[in-house]
């Protein structure tokens, strides 16, 4: 195994770091992009904006660059923190950011729209694009977002908790074929231990949190703050009355919800009513 590289005079900041050190590797190396890329059977210009920072990829290229360049585990040690770079998100989201990366369990409660750590990179593309981003800024936030669902897959992933109101499994994506593939993530996702989702039927009318996307997120010390969304703006809600007050809220849309396995049954039925194909 070759020696641990020193540190001091490379780049802190995890994104890129681990350009830098992609870059340093296939100098070493002495090949090509076109070279790397015919070796390990991806794109030349994958790995182009893998050295550049452009996109940070997939942990299936990265242990696969690792074994090339025989750093076993040393590439995945820098894409992980790399994944979860605040740096990479808006400015606006970034102490958010830092908040959820440090949470030991999170509960949500979504009014329109599929909360981030549930979204297929599909899902997110049209969501985004229709928030006005489009090329590279796309690409990199739909990134990011997607960067954020591994801390639900590690070893000592948080408890998570989603509400969902019905109106969010009625708003499908333009691309059916896309759709059925988020809806079945999602009832995926409904069976791990460590994520709980419920669906609010919309029979049940008004509510404490009809108009108000919001997370609640609680630190190691066991602290919780929430974060209140709206298409336009968030706020970090950090005084301990009004994220208890919140929080009541919260409690009484879960009484509201679906059981978790009644949840689970109305996402199957929904797989099963969802066109498989566009009639186009």
Not at 59 to 83: C, I, K, N, R, S
Request: glycine share 8%.
């Amino acid at each position: 195994m070759p020696q641990r590289r020193v540190v001091t005079g490379r780049s802190q900041e995890p994104r890129q770091r681990f350009a830098e050190e992609l870059r340093l590797l296939r100098a070493e190396k002495g090949v090509s992009l076109r070279e790397l890329a015919e070796r390990l059977g991806w794109d030349p210009s994958q790995f182009g904006k893998l050295e550049n920072g452009h996109t940070l990829g997939g942990p299936e290229v990265v242990q696969a660059l690792d074994q090339f360049y025989g750093t076993p585990g040393l590439l995945l040690a820098l894409w992980e923190p790399a994944m979860a770079d605040p740096a990479q998100f808006r400015e606006r989201y970034r102490r958010y950011m830092v908040l959820e990366a440090e949470a030991v369990s999170m509960w949500q409660y979504s009014p329109s729209l599929l909360p981030g750590l549930l979204q297929t990179p599909e899902y997110a593309t049209e969501l985004l694009r229709q928030g006005g981003l489009k090329g590279a800024e796309l690409g990199a936030q739909v990134e990011a977002r997607m960067g954020r669902r591994e801390a639900l897959l590690r070893d000592d992933c948080p408890q998570f908790r989603a509400i969902l109101s019905e109106a969010v499994l009625r708003a499908p994506l333009q691309e059916p074929d896309e759709w059925q593939g988020q809806l079945e993530h999602l009832e995926l996702m409904s069976h791990r231990l460590n994520v709980t989702i419920q669906v609010l039927p919309t029979s049940v009318g008004l509510h404490g949190l009809t108009n108000t996307d919001t997370m609640f997120l609680r630190g190691p010390s066991g602290q919780a703050v929430a974060w209140v969304e709206t298409g336009y703006s968030g706020e970090l809600v950090q005084e301990t009355a009004a994220v208890e007050h919140l929080q009541l809220r919260y409690d009484r849309v879960r009484d509201l919800s679906l059981s978790p396995d009644e949840s689970r049954q109305f996402i199957e039925r929904m797989l099963e009513e969802a066109p498989c194909e566009s009639s186009t």
